[in-house]
């Protein structure tokens, strides 16, 4: 069964760092892109960053860029998500996702993990 | 970057009625690259349909999707009270991937 489990979340003041992370089974994780994606509290999802099989094509949504970096350790079988000067904008429930194909884009995600949740005080 | 627009954002229909939602994208993308999730309150999203049109294992048949271009739908034939949920399209075209925003789905 694959499974992906993130941990890493909690509360955090305005302008530190966190990082999170995904740990995967149940599949051959690195044959698989991976993404992040949030959602705050009552509104819609949103795609955070991805990252390809090998780790070489990466993407982010351009209200993390500069301050979020996403990596994998294929060996570990674990997605990452490095976060900095965060905001209150940033309190959401993360995601890790795999991805059916091994490109940041053109595929679909599934399964999700169950989510950590970040919150951000002022 | 690509924006997508669903509607409604919410609907409420009876137990046996076949209810519509629509997803617009700001441009043309290949149906290849549109999909719908379905989250259950409390619960992470799970893939619902892919590539427009193709149910993910295991969905019941009484979800269907359509589309091409810019303009998709998402039907839910016979509702059933387990299918109380957000419904969100999704496209994977080009980066930034991007999500509708939802459109919740209530029982009467």
């Known amino acids: 069964e694959v499974q992906l489990v993130e941990s890493g979340g909690g509360l955090v003041e305005v302008g530190m760092s966190l990082r999170l992370s995904c740990a995967a089974s149940?599949?051959?994780?690195?044959?698989?892109?991976m993404h992040w994606v949030r959602q705050a509290p009552g509104k819609g999802l949103e795609w955070v960053s991805g990252?390809?099989?090998?780790?070489?094509?990466?993407g982010y949504a351009d209200s993390v860029k500069g301050r979020f970096t996403i990596s994998r350790d294929n060996a570990k079988k674990s997605l990452y998500l490095h976060m900095q000067s965060l905001t209150p904008e940033d309190t959401a429930m993360y995601y890790c996702a795999k991805d059916a194909g091994t490109a940041v884009a053109y595929n679909w995600f599934d399964p999700w993990g169950q989510g950590t949740l970040l919150t951000v005080s002022s | 970057d690509v924006r997508m627009t669903q509607s409604p954002s919410s609907l409420s229909a009876f137990v046996g009625d076949t209810v519509t939602i629509t997803c617009r994208a700001s441009q043309y993308i290949d149906y290849s690259y549109l999909n719908w999730y379905q989250q259950k309150p409390g619960k992470a999203p799970t893939l619902l349909i892919y590539?427009?049109?193709t149910l993910q294992t295991g969905v019941p048949s009484r979800f269907s999707g359509s589309g091409s271009g810019a303009e998709f739908t998402l039907t839910i034939s016979d509702l059933q009270p387990e299918d109380l949920a957000i419904y969100s399209c999704?496209?994977?075209?080009?980066?930034?991937?991007?999500f509708g925003g939802g459109t919740r789905v209530g029982i009467k």
């Open positions: 999704q496209q994977t075209y080009s980066t930034p991937i991007s």
């Open positions: 149940g599949f051959s994780f690195g044959e698989y892109a």
């Open positions: 990252i390809s099989w090998n780790g070489h094509s990466i």
């Open positions: 590539a427009a049109s």
